[in-house]
């Protein structure tokens, strides 16, 4: 056990890129690929996940300096700082949960398998963090890292049934057949997704307001295409920002991210469509029982929809302006400003790709997510501290990615009830694992009376 524990922690700490690669080589091989095909779909999915790594560390780069700017311009002041991404993967990795959050993860996806609750094989280890993160704050509510490994296990089971259910709305408006996205970050969001779409279903004349960016560029041409949206919003920016005629630079380094994006998401799934391909084989030969199955990624596949990316550039300086405006948030949105596109990955298709129920959504979930990540502060600062994370002198740090993610917060609200707490969680977990297994049954046995 240990040489299989000090394995998966060993290709785990090669990066998303590298153990992506790996998984997805080793993957085709078992599911009858030539080893040849094999490693040439791992080295292309590695390639693509650096391609959009790297784009979105360009807008990073550049977007984070000009946010501050503009806060620094007009003299606002919230002092939680938002850390980013990858620094609360870091801090929840480097904990005593993150050590043993992969094998966790496995063995309940394999369980959900064995049982028939679950129809997605999780093969994003790496964002298994974001289950760690969600233990390790459980334990410091409780002091009781069984309870955090019971309350990331829990939070395994909700974010793969979100998967299951959200798949078919993927293939449709993402083209990504055969795909789910138990992604701990964009599934958070799905819930929320589905009331507000029913809630806008039901006022007359909203309900009939479609802006979807794709038709927008076929009417008005280059008008409406990626590079000039993303270019002028960058200028915009630059110009809030004062960076005078520098603005121009920024509008055309954000005109390349909706341009490079798409192109990078279209390498990463041509290293993934054949994997697909030969497990939906394998799986209807050895399975022919079970209906549909998913091969799970990140959400990182969905990217390049040109409305994520739209939308993602419109809401930036939106955040900031939500984090000035309302009452009781603390958080200054930065690291994780460039982290957007990952949140409309799954409320988009539950939108049917219509941007101006998006925007809504993630208007309600930027302003949710900003008021989570000042509840949980105290509590991420501390759990970084104790993992030996150099907070570079601010008196709290935070995240809008998983500091500010809706699901994370609610279980380890719950988490503070303690034994009864984590019982809730529990049921939750077995009452949803429950209901999807006989989803998945009822679906299996419609679809084989059909052949």
């Excluded at 798949?167 to 819930?191: M, R």
């Excluded at 004349?205 to 560029?217: A, H, M, P, T, Y």
């Excluded at 979930?365 to 949980?376: E, K, N, Q, V």
């Excluded at 994370?389 to 809008?400: K, Q, V, W």
């Amino acid at each position: 056990m240990s040489i299989i524990l000090s394995a998966v922690s060993f290709v785990s700490g090669l990066g998303s890129a590298v153990m992506m690669a790996i998984v997805v080589a080793v993957l085709g091989i078992a599911f009858g690929q030539k080893p040849g095909v094999a490693i040439r779909g791992g080295l292309t999915v590695g390639v693509g996940l650096i391609g959009i790594t790297t784009v979105f560390g360009l807008l990073g780069a550049n977007l984070g300096p000009a946010t501050q700017a503009m806060v620094e311009n007009y003299g606002f002041a919230l002092e939680i700082i938002d850390v980013g991404w990858p620094a609360s993967s870091a801090i929840a990795m480097a904990t005593s949960i993150g050590a043993l959050v992969i094998p966790l993860g496995l063995a309940v996806n394999i369980v959900m398998l064995l049982t028939n609750s679950t129809q997605t094989v999780n093969v994003d280890i790496w964002n298994y963090w974001h289950y760690a993160f969600t233990g390790a704050l459980v334990t410091g509510v409780t002091g009781n890292a069984a309870y955090g490994f019971i309350a990331a296990a829990a939070n395994i089971v909700i974010v793969m049934v979100i998967g299951d259910l959200t798949a078919p709305a993927v293939a449709k408006y993402n083209g990504l057949e055969g795909i789910s996205i138990p992604h701990g970050f964009s599934a958070a969001f799905v819930p929320l997704a589905w009331v507000t779409d029913k809630i806008i279903d039901s006022i007359p004349g909203l309900k009939d307001v479609d802006i979807n960016f794709e038709k927008i560029q076929s009417k008005f041409g280059v008008l409406g295409e990626p590079i000039l949206i993303g270019t002028v919003i960058g200028v915009v920016i630059g110009l809030f920002a004062g960076y005078g005629t520098a603005s121009l630079a920024l509008g055309i380094t954000l005109g390349a991210v909706l341009v490079l994006t798409p192109k990078m998401a279209a390498m990463l799934m041509e290293g993934l469509l054949p994997l697909s391909d030969s497990a939906s084989t394998f799986i209807s030969t050895k399975f022919s029982k079970r209906g549909k199955m998913y091969i799970g990624l990140d959400s990182a596949v969905g990217v390049g929809n040109p409305t994520t990316i739209a939308l993602s550039l419109i809401l930036v300086p939106l955040t900031l302006i939500l984090a000035l405006i309302l009452p009781g948030n603390r958080v200054l949105p930065f690291g994780d400003l460039a982290t957007l596109p990952y949140m409309f990955v799954l409320i988009l298709p539950i939108c049917k790709n219509n941007g101006f129920r998006a925007f809504i959504v993630g208007l309600v979930s930027l302003a949710s997510g900003l008021y989570i990540a000042t509840d949980l502060a105290e509590l991420h600062t501390m759990m970084a501290v104790e993992a030996g994370f150099d907070t570079s002198g601010a008196a709290l740090i935070s995240s809008i990615c998983d500091g500010g993610n809706p699901l994370t917060w609610f279980v380890t609200t719950v988490s503070k009830m303690n034994t009864a707490g984590i019982g809730i969680l529990v049921v939750i977990a077995v009452v949803i694992a429950f209901l999807n297994r006989q989803r998945i049954v009822k679906e299996a046995k419609a679809m084989h009376e059909a052949e």
